[in-house]
């Protein structure tokens, strides 16, 4: 083996290296590396219980309630459902069928009090006349199926 | 070596590559003006409203193309590195230490029009998930390697400690990459990626992919500027400096 050859050998062995501890470690940490925990998540008891923490999810349709400034709606990830309460301002992109993620503390009445609500908006981006299009279609496919 | 097209191993040479880097980099900032006006023009006013974000998701224009090159550079800086190491060429060092800056700009960059970006859509101008925690990790670490390989005063020395820290902080770029992908983040998932197609309108496309484009020139032009300083100042006694016809005064 040319020194060069050992060289490159010791480099890549390194980074292999490096690679598969970064794996190992990333592995270890996964729940603390998630940001927020899904309804379903939080009905297996995945959710610490004792401190507060996000819930993330859908704003279920029609759910929405302002009395005052406290703004009651469900989070929803298909499967299960969380009543969220939340006093103060929602951020612009907050809308019901829209993606949401709620920091606060589970009651035990299964209510979640949130002191933070943030918009979690998806990566699709176009003009209002194509969403508007694609509504149409879906609303067309939703009759069809009735 | 001979019978190869380009002797690559020519250009390793400072001496050689200092002159080649002198005629390419203005191309490549003419190329980067140019590309620049018609991808800002395109973002501003050629592409469309969003139809959920409205006028808001214009920055995309800026903070994606930053970002990727944030990415990107740390891995040509990582290449150069191994280079640096297995060859023991000069030259890469040089490189590796041409681009950090750059690199640390858009790593800046991405974090400060992601904060603007995220305030009105989202609500907060930061959060600690995992997306938005390993961008402002690549961020230290280039400007940890700036200013480690600025502690050491050997060139040498100071260019093989850098070349480790860059081997082993490549690995936080596909973290970044698949961040949103592995875990729960507040941060969208991809738009543009090599696995499906891409969920934005064309026209948003093409500027996004125009103002990356530019981002590229700009970054391959001021790092062959930047590279040239540096390999005069560090060839400073060299007879090939002195000879050189800008120092013939």
Sequence with gaps: MKPRQKRLAIVLGGLAAVGIAATLILNAFQSNLVFFFTPTQVAGGEAPKDRPFRIGGLVKEGSLQRNDITARFIVTDTAREIPVAYKGILPDLFSEGKGVVAQGTLGADGNFTASEVLAKHDENYMPPEAQAAVDKAHEASRTLKQ | ?249
Excluded at chain 2, 239 to 248: G, S, Y
């Design chain 2, 1 to 249: 070596m001979s019978q190869r097209l380009i002797n690559w191993f020519k250009f390793a040479s400072p001496a050689s590559f200092y002159p080649l880097a002198g005629t390419l980099w203005p191309w490549f900032a003419g190329l980067a003006s140019v590309l620049c006006a018609v991808g800002l023009w395109i973002s501003f006013f050629v592409a469309p409203t969003d139809f959920q974000q409205g006028e808001g998701y214009r920055i995309i224009f800026i903070h994606v193309p930053a970002s990727w090159m944030s990415m990107f550079i740390y891995c040509v800086m990582a290449f150069w590195a191994a280079i640096g190491i297995t060859f023991n060429t000069r030259l890469s060092g040089m490189m590796s230490s041409a681009l950090a800056p750059t690199g640390a700009l858009f790593a800046f960059l991405s974090l400060w029009t992601g904060a603007l970006w995220g305030k009105p859509m989202w609500g907060a101008w930061w959060v600690w998930d995992a997306r938005l925690t390993s961008e402002l990790i690549l961020f230290f670490l280039y400007i940890g390697y700036i200013a480690l390989t600025s502690a050491i005063d050997d060139p040498r020395r100071a260019d093989k400690a850098g070349a480790i820290v860059a081997l082993v902080g490549v690995i936080n770029v596909p973290i970044i990459y698949f961040s949103v992908k592995w875990w729960n983040t507040l941060h969208q998932g991809a738009s543009v990626s090599m696995t499906k197609a891409p969920t934005m309108a064309t026209t948003m496309l093409w500027g996004m992919l125009i103002m990356a484009l530019a981002f590229w020139m700009y970054s391959i032009a001021i790092a062959l500027y930047r590279v040239r300083a540096i390999i005069l100042e560090r060839e400073r006694h060299a007879t090939w400096v002195a000879e050189l016809p800008e120092m013939q005064r």
